[in-house]
């Protein structure tokens, strides 16, 4: 992948909350926000925003399953701002609102490996693993299922 491409994911990645106007990524790679759109959309298959609102809502999915924040707050730590869209985005994407997602998958024999592999891809240190506190929640979830 190209180099500047993968700095902009890990941008997005960092840190959900903030806002990342296009011109802003670009210019964090020296790019012109025509140039970032082209090449971040022929290296994903999708464009830079699409791209961040995935990313957003697969944490709001893992926050509903491991958390007890109300859908507003899960909103806003992962940088949405919008109720109304962030509902709707969300159903179109997983076909359930987030109330619905939290009921329904809370209640599934499927959690653990879900969320496992959701976290795995966003490690929370240098070596990949868990932090304490993670590790500790997804143990006492495991040991509730038994």
């Not at 961040?52 to 958390?67: G, H, I, W």
Request: aromatic fraction near 6%; charged fraction near 30%; hydrophobic fraction near 35%.
């Amino acid at each position: 992948m190209d180099l500047r491409i993968e700095k902009v994911v890990t941008l997005m990645k960092d840190d959900l909350t903030q806002r990342l106007p296009l011109g802003k990524m670009a210019q964090s790679v020296n790019l012109s926000p025509a140039r970032l759109c082209y090449l971040f959309k022929f290296e994903n298959g999708i464009s830079a925003a699409r791209y961040l609102k995935s990313l957003r809502m697969k944490e709001a999915a893992v926050l509903l399953l491991t958390t007890f924040f109300s859908v507003k707050e899960i909103m806003v730590r992962v940088g949405l701002a919008d109720e109304s869209h962030f509902v709707k985005d969300f159903k179109k994407l997983y076909g359930l609102t987030p109330t619905e997602y939290r009921k329904t998958k809370s209640k599934s024999e499927d959690l653990l490996p879900i969320i496992t592999t959701v976290r795995t891809s966003r490690p929370n240190d240098a070596n990949g693993s868990h932090t304490k506190s993670e590790n500790g929640r997804l143990q006492q979830m495991n040991e509730g299922r038994s």
